[in-house]
């Protein structure tokens, strides 16, 4: 005799989670997460955007099979923030990794705690408007600060504000330059950031 719960076992494949990465800069962690998801079974890249033609991540994208979507920012901005197309992409999480325009509040609205970024301090010191890249750098080693590191937020309206995810942190040392500390800083990111997002989408799945 045959058992009936057998013959209601479900056989759909599991979802498939599209991750949506902003990235404007030399993409070196939208590479790793790249890298990352390309063996994964349940999560995928399936779209890069970008606001500068030119840069670095988008032949990183491109060599990957990755699309990226070049926006504008009176759209993106002023606009509907190019919602359609990320929602085309069947994005359901949104990883901002070196993206440095504010994102707009259509964007915020559709994916609630569904939108993140990687700051390269411990925030919330050395956040907010005009914190980024060298000037983060420069600015913790002019405050004598003894340790710096990584946070992995959600994105809210405010620039580096939103409820924090994920921090580590490393030495900051008497001969570091910036240049040196934001190698040690990249090398965390590399390393979390994948990982961060692996957890996040299973939590929610
Ligand atoms: C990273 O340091 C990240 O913390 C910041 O922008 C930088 C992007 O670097 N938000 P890359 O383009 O991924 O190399």
């Known amino acids: 005799m045959t058992d009936a719960s057998s013959l209601f076992r479900p056989t759909t494949a599991p979802k498939l989670e599209n991750i949506t990465i902003f990235a404007s800069g030399a993409g ?12 994964s079974q349940h999560a995928r890249v399936s779209l890069v955007v970008c606001n500068k033609p030119g840069a670095g991540v988008i032949s990183i994208a491109e060599k990957a099979g990755v699309p990226v979507l070049i926006i504008e ?25 070196g993206f440095l325009w504010k994102v707009p509040q259509t964007l915020i609205n559709a994916y609630p705690r569904r939108i993140i970024n990687i700051h390269p301090a411990l925030l919330p010191k050395f956040g907010g408007r005009g914190m980024y890249g060298q000037y983060v750098h420069e600015s913790v080693l002019n405050a004598g ?52 997002i692996d957890d996040l989408l299973k939590e929610q799945l």
């Open 73 to 97: 920012k009176e759209r993106f901005l002023k606009g509907d923030g190019y919602l359609p197309e990320i929602r085309e992409a069947g994005t359901s999480l949104v990883v901002l990794a």
């Open 145 to 196: 600060e003894m340790e710096s590191g990584i946070t992995i937020h959600f994105v809210d309206e405010h620039y580096d504000n939103g409820d924090i995810i994920f921090q580590t942190a490393c030495p900051v040392l008497d001969t570091d330059s910036p240049e040196s500390l934001a190698n040690r800083i990249h090398q965390l990111e590399h390393l979390h950031y994948p990982l961060v």
């Open 28 to 39: 070196s962690n939208a590479s790793r997460i790249i890298d990352y998801f390309s063996n």
